[in-house]
């Protein structure tokens, strides 16, 4: 799939004939991220672009640099509106921390299976879980419990190979209908301007040498690195902000642009016979003191654990972590032996040059990081203490060094745990995600939901941080403030240093992306600018309907699944203010009944908002009691046949039917 997948690249640079002058007319110096080896001169992976004269061009609707999983999500959705999209993509992967970045052990939640993620992304891990289903041995259910890995990280590990193939299949009928073009081992270099807006994206392909110049309406940044916002023009913000500029309770009193979380080049150990070592790295000694079993959580506590042996007061072994395949669930022959993803203390890096506009700077950081990572995985092999503590080295752990799809048996990119941020219209703070209550505080433009501790893999002292609440994506935080056709979809959203350590996991991306590229697909159809979208209501409806109808929850309510009748009109009045959120709670309570000042506020809504032809009130002694359906018939309303008191899952299904006749009349 990977070769077909270079293969079309290469056929769609030659069909695109139509050239056009370059405005640039310069040469330019970038990272080949597959390039980097981990010993020998870091700079021979950077190439030189001479840009032609004349570029062949490529006409889209909406331009996504970088195939990080929410510019996956932000393809898929867009093309499935039926705009054109082009995708660019460095690595062989598409799915960035899923897939090319190793870590296809998800970071869930225990609402993830249920109604803590987007119909599409559950969709995304079933058919992983389908994958593998046919190769279980008998007695191991293939359902939606499935862990191939049975890790205890999360609910799901399975491998980045059988990851991406799934994600790629997603996207193969928009592929193949010619609405999605994607341009894998390729990577922007220049962005070109007229005024505040971006007309195209010249992106390098590393393996043809050929520049392609994409015009677009709308662009998405969906790298691994933030790294078409400075080309963009775009404002962004780097490192940990300062008290005075956030307000946040935990942030420094000081701002420090370099404190990005730490990177790791993930691997894959298999168990054989016969030993297979890793070579030594040359700067092994250097390295070797930062080597453990010990690891620290997200409250701040470190843990110190065995290879193959749970300890007490862990939650398992080493080996058994970030486990992929755990072999004696499948049948005989179809694994050799289990495979392990490790990604620990102990190959974290903190190197500020990754973020640097220097690419030798930012090749130098890579090839540290790989030289950690391999260094680690020699010490495995050879120096690390056995569960009995009566020897040292594990000789029966290999490298596999196909499990990744790279030439070394490393993740094709670096894991990013933060990126360059862009200055958003809105920024998330921790004050917004830290609540006395049960779920964060409410954003009026939601398109998306999320779940998951402040965990801030920190490259210097970090107090422990406080536990994040169940939140919301705002959507102003996907906008940029001073580029109007640009939206950031990755871990490049507008979050601070501290609000990024929840928001930038795999779920979360996902939905990101996936409001990105129905933003930016309205925006095209419409003919409307990203910010009358964020700053029209009526606008702003029509993405949360759509975004809802697609199955992606933008309110939290664990008793509310997905699939359920009741999802569309519960997520959409509440996310329309017609309903209102429990503070004390996640659950909807679709059986409770309502009272007669919440059917007032939700019908006084409807008629501000022209729905509704007349105003509704109710006397004094009414507003705290439940209120019958016959009362609401007495002012002329149809309900139907519904009688009785009116509870809250029969009022959203109501009131919703309302709501989109009047907006289909509208549209």
């Not at 119909?119 to 499935?146: C, S, W």
């Not at 990851?163 to 894998?184: C, F, N, Q, R, W």
């Not at 080049?265 to 070797?288: D, H, M, N, W």
């Not at 620290?296 to 065995?306: I, N």
Request: proline share 5%; glycine share 6%.
């Amino acid at each position: 799939m990977n070769n077909k997948a270079s293969i079309f690249v290469i056929s769609c640079c030659i069909q695109c004939t139509l050239f056009a002058p370059s405005s640039v007319g310069q040469k330019l110096r970038l990272v080949d991220p597959m390039a980097v080896q981990v010993n020998g001169d870091p700079s021979r992976a950077v190439q030189t672009v001479s840009l032609p004269s004349r570029i062949p061009q490529k006409q889209c609707d909406v331009v996504i640099l970088g195939g990080e999983l929410g510019g996956s999500a932000a393809a898929l959705e867009a093309a499935s509106k039926g705009v054109r999209v082009c995708l660019t993509e460095p690595t062989l992967w598409i799915g960035g921390q899923m897939t090319a970045e190793g870590v296809s052990a998800f970071d869930d939640n225990q609402w993830t299976e249920t109604t803590g993620s987007s119909r599409k992304f559950q969709y995304l891990r079933q058919k992983i879980r389908k994958h593998y289903a046919p190769l279980l041995r008998d007695g191991i259910r293939a359902d939606t419990t499935l862990n191939p890995g049975a890790c205890w990280v999360s609910y799901e590990c399975s491998e980045a190979s059988v990851d991406h193939d799934v994600l790629l299949a997603m996207l193969a009928p928009y592929i193949k209908s010619g609405a999605l073009v994607l341009l894998t081992r390729s990577a922007p270099i220049v962005a070109e301007h007229k005024g505040r807006r971006l007309k195209s994206a010249i992106v390098y392909n590393f393996e043809t040498h050929q520049v392609l110049r994409l015009n677009g309406s709308v662009f998405i940044d969906a790298t691994a690195l933030g790294e078409f916002l400075p080309m963009a023009k775009a404002e962004y913000v780097t490192g940990a902000e300062a008290q005075g500029q956030t307000g946040e309770p935990d942030a420094s009193l000081k701002a420090d642009p370099d404190a990005a979380q730490s990177f790791t080049y993930t691997f894959v150990l298999g168990q054989r016979q016969s030993p297979l070592y890793v070579e030594k790295p040359a700067k092994y000694g250097s390295y070797r003191s930062h080597f453990s079993f010990s690891s620290t959580d997200a409250d701040g506590k470190t843990l110190s654990y065995s290879m193959y042996k749970q300890l007490p007061n862990t939650p398992g072994s080493f080996w058994s972590y970030r486990r992929l395949i755990a072999k004696d669930q499948f049948k005989p022959g179809i694994f050799a032996s289990d495979l392990s993803m490790i990604n620990w203390d102990s190959n974290d890096v903190c190197d500020n040059d990754l973020l640097s506009l220097d690419p030798d700077k930012q090749a130098k950081a890579m090839q540290y990081g790989k030289q950690v990572a391999m260094s680690f995985a020699w010490w495995l092999q050879h120096e690390a203490p056995h569960d009995d503590a009566q020897g040292r080295g594990f000789p029966e752990i290999y490298l596999d060094r196909l499990a990744m799809g790279s030439t070394d048996g490393l993740s094709q990119f670096p894991y990013i745990r933060e990126a360059r941020r862009i200055k958003a219209m809105r920024t998330i703070r921790e004050q917004d995600v830290v609540t006395e209550n049960a779920r964060a505080k409410w954003f009026s433009d939601t398109v998306g939901i999320g779940q998951y501790p402040i965990d801030i893999h920190a490259c210097g002292t970090v107090a422990s941080m406080p536990n994040a609440k169940p939140f919301q994506i705002p959507l102003g935080s996907l906008i940029s403030s001073n580029v109007d056709n640009l939206l950031a979809a990755s871990k490049n959203i507008g979050t601070t240093h501290i609000t990024n350590g929840a928001y930038r996991v795999h779920s979360t991306e996902w939905s990101i992306g996936s409001a990105a590229g129905t933003v930016a697909a309205a925006a095209v159809k419409k003919h409307l600018q990203i910010k009358q979208i964020e700053s029209n209501p009526f606008r702003l409806h029509e993405i949360q309907l759509e975004l809802i109808l697609s199955g992606q929850p933008l309110v939290w309510f664990d008793d509310v699944l997905i699939n359920s009748p009741l999802f569309e009109s519960a997520q959409l009045a509440t996310a329309l203010g017609l309903i209102e959120v429990p503070d004390n709670s996640l659950s909807f309570h679709s059986e409770s009944f309502m009272e007669g000042r919440d059917v007032v506020h939700a019908l006084h809504r409807l008629f501000i908002e022209g729905v509704l032809v007349m105003d509704f009130s109710l006397p004094e002694d009414a507003l705290r009691k439940p209120v019958e359906w016959e009362r609401l018939r007495q002012f002329g309303l149809a309900t139907g046949k519904r009688h009785g008191c009116i509870n809250r899952g029969d009022f959203a299904s109501w009131i919703i039917a309302l709501y989109r006749a009047n907006n289909s009349s509208r549209s």
